[in-house]
């Protein structure tokens, strides 16, 4: 069982930056790959980015040069800077665990992102 917590999320004018943080229980966390989705209202979720344990990394292309995926092993977290935001961003953000990517197996409950034009 691998628990996540997410945080970070908040208001925010366009153009403004926000970093999300993800923190996951676990003592195998840097063998997961870790990934963020999001849902915005009235879409089905859709996936922003993953990280491997190797820390190659994966972008959805509309946030390719604004959001950046990281991790940090020794804290278990994994965290999402997000540069220059547009009202599109507008969603909740989720964090996701994949024990066997591309299998995401444990998901946070979510954090809010609201972009204000």
């Known amino acids: 069982q691998v628990q996540l917590v997410e945080s970070g999320g908040g208001l925010v004018q366009a153009g403004g930056s926000l970093r999300l943080s993800c923190a996951a229980s676990?003592?195998?966390?840097?063998?997961?790959?870790m990934g963020w989705f999001r849902q915005a209202p009235g879409k089905e979720r859709e996936f922003v980015a993953h990280i491997s344990r190797s820390s190659t990394t994966y972008y959805v292309d509309s946030v390719k040069g604004r959001f950046t995926i990281s991790r940090d092993n020794a804290k278990n977290t994994v965290y999402l800077q997000m540069n220059s935001l547009k009202p599109e961003d507008t969603a909740v953000y989720y964090c996701?665990?994949?024990?066997?990517?591309?299998?995401?197996?444990?998901w946070g409950q979510g954090t809010q992102v609201t972009v204000s034009s």
């Open positions: 676990g003592r195998t966390f840097n063998t997961y790959t």
């Open positions: 996701a665990t994949a024990l066997s990517y591309p299998n995401w197996r444990y």
